[in-house]
């Protein structure tokens, strides 16, 4: 028995519907993040890096700002203030015998204010002041912080005596000065101590006494008992038994005291070795028998 045309027609529509697949679940879409939001995601971070930066720029003003403080007190300290003002002025390098009356003509002479800040002390000045005084041959000046001056003094050392029948001294004796190896005449300030020896003459003349003295062999220098600068080129020595020697000036100090050595023995009053290849002597008494 067929089927009528109705039941053929359910039947095809049950059959479509029992092959049917079942339906997937419909997915989430995920929500699409705008550029505003990743820029307000990042906008943290930034600000940590531009607070970091600021703090270290704080710090370094901060830094540079206690520096010139420390530089200005510093200054201030140095050049102003009292901390490390002048207290003490020392005087080394002299003699025993000079160290006294000495130390005392060097400060005086210096004039270095107590009191002042150190480092604006005129050691130039004080320098110049102090290599014044005519027994004085080297100073230095030194600041020996915080609150101390040194005068590092030399001395001049005499060579020979300079007597000078001009002026008299309150005795009525000649005043007598050293002279140092340049010529140099001054008043040691311990007291002159050397007796011989003596020069006497010309002021002019001195200098080339003192190198006479200083260029004839110790042999002739035991025999002189003073030395007559009459000139420069005319120096005069007198021996012990009064005999009168003309040396002339410095030159070939070796060679005349060889000729005078050799001329000696004749015991005159007077020899002239001032020019040693021509060689003079006066009033010979003639060698001993």
Do not use: C
Request: no cysteine; hydrophobic share 45%; aromatic share 4%.
């Amino acid at each position: 028995m067929s089927a009528s045309a109705p039941e053929r027609s359910a039947r095809r529509r049950s059959g479509r519907r029992a092959m049917r697949l079942p339906r997937l679940p419909r997915l989430t879409r995920l929500p699409r993040l705008s550029r505003p939001a990743v820029f307000a995601r990042r906008r943290p971070v930034a600000d940590r890096h531009l607070a970091r930066e600021q703090r270290r720029r704080r710090l370094r003003l901060l830094a540079i700002a206690a520096g010139v403080v420390a530089i200005v007190a510093g200054v201030w300290a140095v050049l102003f203030s009292s901390l490390f003002a002048v207290r003490d002025v020392d005087v080394v390098g002299l003699s025993e015998e000079s160290s006294l009356a000495g130390s005392a003509q060097v400060i005086t002479a210096a004039a270095i204010p107590v009191g002042e800040p150190i480092a604006r002390l005129d050691t130039t000045g004080a320098q110049e002041r102090v290599s014044a005084l005519p027994w004085v041959e080297e100073v230095e000046v030194r600041r020996a912080w915080p609150d101390s001056v040194v005068l590092a003094v030399t001395e001049r050392t005499p060579v020979a005596v300079v007597e000078s029948p001009d002026p008299f001294d309150p005795d009525g004796e000649p005043v007598r000065q050293g002279v140092d190896e340049s010529g140099v005449v001054f008043d040691p300030p311990g007291g002159l101590w050397l007796t011989d020896p003596v020069i006497r003459g010309e002021a002019r003349a001195i200098p080339e006494a003192v190198a006479v003295v200083a260029s004839i062999p110790a042999d002739i220098e035991r025999r002189v008992r003073d030395v007559q600068a009459v000139s420069p080129d005319d120096i005069r020595l007198r021996l012990g038994n009064d005999a009168i020697v003309r040396w002339g000036n410095a030159d070939e100090p070796e060679f005349k005291a060889e000729v005078l050595t050799a001329l000696l023995p004749r015991r005159a009053k007077g020899y002239d070795v001032s020019a040693p290849r021509l060689p003079t002597t006066f009033d010979e008494r003639g060698p001993k028998d």
